[in-house]
């Protein structure tokens, strides 16, 4: 079956940069898409950017331009989310979601991101 | 800001109906319609209905979703307790090139 696993929880001081990884399995690792969608506490889903595995190619949304990157790597079939220059609030949980029939069909389990001084 | 606009939250009996709406534009939900999550506290977001009416297997026939214009809808009969939760709809933006979420309206079953 399809599953997403995301790696743990994380605690970083403001300025500094987080990387959560995402580890797919049970479908090619290049056939989809995957996102990235961050979550507040009490707030609602927000639509981080994505890749394409099979090409590299991403996208990311216009707030976080410059302060974002993600990347994969198909010898070990991991995707990556790094967001740096962290301000309290980035302090939220980071999910990553594959991308299949045009929606966000599995999820990752979530990885809690707090920003604290 | 939420791309989408939902109402934040829907109060329906058991056995009930509910409707949740989700509005946006041309860009997005007039295009190429909306899928909708389900969340419950605690955990990610599960897909109930994407291209406007298909459902992943495993999702109750009680699920169905439509489009009028811009408003996506989406419908749970026979509510039970576990339908309790938060509601998103999604979309992708064609001119934002970018994704968006509504707010989330939160399902409370009487």
């Known amino acids: 079956q399809v599953q997403l696993v995301q790696s743990g929880a994380e605690v970083k001081k403001p300025g500094a940069s987080v990387k959560v990884s995402c580890e797919p399995s049970?479908?090619?690792?290049?056939?989809?898409?995957i996102h990235w969608v961050r979550q507040a506490p009490g707030q609602e889903l927000e639509w981080m950017g994505l890749i394409n595995p099979n090409d590299d190619g991403t996208n990311y949304a216009r707030e976080f331009q410059g302060r974002l990157t993600i990347t994969s790597d198909t010898s070990i079939k991991t995707a990556y989310m790094e967001l740096t220059s962290l301000k309290s609030d980035d302090t939220a949980v980071y999910y990553c979601?594959?991308?299949?029939?045009?929606?966000?069909?599995?999820w990752g389990q979530g990885t809690l991101v707090t920003v604290s001084s | 800001q939420a791309g989408l606009t939902q109402p934040p939250s829907v109060s329906k009996g058991l056995r009930q109906t509910a409707t949740v709406t989700c509005t946006g534009s041309?860009?997005?939900?007039?295009?190429?319609?909306a899928a909708w999550l389900q969340q419950h506290q605690g955990h990610p977001p599960k897909l109930l209905s994407y291209?406007?009416?298909d459902r992943p297997s495993g999702i109750s026939e009680r699920v169905s979703a439509s489009r009028s214009g811009n408003t996506a809808s989406l419908t749970i009969t026979g509510l039970q307790p576990e339908d309790e939760g938060d509601y998103y709809c999604?979309?992708?933006?064609?001119?934002?090139?970018?994704?968006?979420f509504g707010g989330g309206t939160k399902l409370t079953v009487l």
């Open positions: 041309s860009n997005n939900i007039g295009r190429q319609g």
């Open positions: 049970g479908y090619p690792f290049t056939a989809y898409y």
């Open positions: 979601a594959r991308e299949g029939t045009g929606a966000f069909d599995h």
């Open positions: 999604s979309a992708w933006d064609r001119g934002l090139s970018a994704w968006v």
């Open positions: 291209r406007n009416n």
